[in-house]
Nanobody, 125 residues
């Protein structure tokens, strides 16, 4: 199993970014992919997760109605659309996967055994 994030970068406050998580090595679609982020000196926090087989989505408080998770199952890719970005959104963003449905995995870090390397998002004021 491999997860590769892309799409991070530097953006001004109020701008948008779309992160991608390319998944490979999965032998079925019975898994959940989640987005997390971690800012310096802070703990990792969950943003959103999506069940690949059924499309169930759950959002954490950090999504704040500004972030949207989606998937292109044919391309085995999960996206995180981030709008109205704020300086406090600056962090390393990770995607993670678990062989669980989204309802049970939710945004519990210990339940996700597979992680990408992360992509840096920096929002300037």
């Amino acid at each position: 199993v491999q997860l590769v994030e892309s799409g991070g970068g530097l953006v001004q406050a109020g701008g948008s970014l779309r992160l991608s998580c390319a998944a490979s090595g999965f032998t079925s679609d019975e898994y959940t992919v989640a987005w997390f982020r971690q800012a310096p000196g802070k703990r990792r926090e969950g943003i959103a997760c999506i069940g690949i087989s059924d499309g169930d989505k759950y959002y954490g408080h950090s999504a704040e109605g500004r972030f949207t998770i989606s998937t292109d199952a044919a391309e085995n890719t999960v996206f995180l659309q981030m709008n109205s970005l704020k300086p406090e959104d600056t962090a390393i963003y990770y995607c993670a996967a678990a062989f669980r449905d989204a309802n049970s995995a939710y945004l519990n870090v210990p339940l996700y055994p597979y992680w990408g390397q992360g992509t840096q998002v920096t929002v300037s004021s």
